[in-house]
């Protein structure tokens, strides 16, 4: 008979919780409920989940994956998890220098764009 803390257990609630977490990653998911954005409207993140789309956005989320994956290889030694991290290096070198090459054509373009939106940025 499997615990709740086993690994293999697969009852009613962990399928529920799966299925709630799946629902949660396709939702434009803001501030938890009744707690306000603690930006203004004119504050920049750092990383928006909904920008994975463009260059910058790919690059964050290879970084992200490279770090979790460069973790499990310290701490366990887990070859697998060398060789996925050097992967998400690659991928995160081909990124940079294809993000490299964006912003050296936005800046022969004219003004610099927010690659996010596409807004102008305002230096001040």
Do not use: C, Y
Request: charged share 40%; proline share 3%.
């Amino acid at each position: 008979m499997a615990d709740e803390n086993s690994s293999d257990w697969n009852g009613p609630e962990r399928r529920n919780d799966e299925r709630r977490k799946e629902e949660r990653r396709g939702q434009d998911i803001g501030p938890p409920i009744g707690v306000g954005e603690r930006r203004s409207g004119q504050d920049r993140r750092l990383f928006d989940r909904r920008a994975q789309g463009t260059t910058t956005g790919q690059l964050l989320v290879e970084v992200g994956r490279f770090a979790a994956e460069n973790m499990v290889f310290n701490q366990k030694g887990n070859k697998a998890a060398a060789r996925r991290a050097r992967k998400h290096l690659s991928t995160i070198m081909k990124l940079a220098k294809e993000r490299r090459a964006e912003i050296s054509n936005e800046v022969k373009d004219g003004k610099p764009k927010d690659s996010d939106t596409g807004a102008d940025v305002d230096d001040d």
